[in-house]
């Protein structure tokens, strides 16, 4: 059984940046983030591999949200910049095996955080 639990939300202007933190109890896999803003679906944010050898993003965040971990302290990262609007949402730590191809897909991860919530305000 894998523990997540995640910090760093707040509130932000526009234009701001935040940084997210994940830490693990047990053991972990591919590391990734989700976001869902209210009346939305779940949506998939950023993700990185074991080894941090290779990284995905959604293109809604890409050049502006950057993912990291560091594995002797079992804790991923998203460090989020030129923050908008629109990425207020509640974001969601997740840990498991996707495949590469569906590494966006919500059925795709194991084990998930409570979440922690990022407010832009314009």
């Known amino acids: 059984q894998v523990q997540l639990v995640e910090s760093g939300g707040g509130l932000v202007q526009a234009g701001g940046s935040l940084r997210l933190s994940c830490v693990a109890s047990g053991r972990t896999f591919t590391l990734g983030w989700f976001r869902q803003a209210p009346g939305k679906e779940r949506e998939f944010a950023a993700a990185?591999?074991?080894?941090?050898?290779?990284?995905y993003y959604a293109d809604s965040v890409k050049g502006r949200f950057t993912i990291s971990r560091d594995n002797a302290k079992n804790t991923v990262y998203l460090q989020m910049s030129s923050l908008k609007p629109d990425d207020t949402a509640v974001y969601y730590c997740?840990?498991?095996?996707?495949?590469?191809?569906?590494?966006?897909?919500?059925?795709?991860?194991?084990?998930w955080g409570q979440g922690t919530q990022v407010t832009v305000s314009s």
């Open positions: 990185i591999t074991w080894t941090s050898d290779q990284t």
């Open positions: 997740a840990t498991g095996r996707p495949s590469r191809l569906r590494i966006g897909e919500f059925d795709e991860w194991n084990y």
